[in-house]
């Protein structure tokens, strides 16, 4: 089965930055739609970034545009989130999820699309 285990969040300052990553197991990250989900108290899940199974085609939405940056390295088959100027509505749990059917150019913007799910780690930025 596969398997999606995410690391790096944590406690940090207003301008601060992090590095998620979520390493897959049971299956190769390039055949797939990779994206990070974040869920705040009281709110849908929402895809904040998202990656084609080419590499070529990448989502962001409005909120995070020119803050984070998704990556994959095919070789580690890992997958990063980098989040500059973190700011306290980031706050949230991340998720890594995996998409197994979706076109080789497209990204996956709807949560429930996704099939696969690591099991979240805490952002939370403080004022």
């Known amino acids: 089965q596969v398997q999606l285990v995410e690391s790096g969040g944590g406690l940090v300052q207003a301008g601060d930055s992090l590095r998620l990553s979520c390493a897959v197991s049971g299956g190769t990250v390039s055949r797939y739609a990779m994206g990070w989900i974040r869920q705040a108290p009281g709110k849908e899940r929402e895809v904040v970034v998202a990656?084609?199974?080419?590499?070529?085609?990448?989502y962001y939405t409005d909120s995070v545009k020119g803050r984070f940056t998704i990556s994959r390295d095919n070789a580690r088959n890992t997958v990063y989130l980098q989040m500059n100027n973190l700011k306290p509505e980031d706050t949230a749990v991340y998720y890594c999820a995996a998409d197994v059917d979706s076109g080789f150019l497209g990204t996956v913007v709807t949560p429930s699309e996704y099939d696969y799910w690591g099991q979240g780690t805490q952002v939370t930025v403080s004022s």
């Open positions: 990656i084609s199974r080419s590499g070529a085609g990448i």
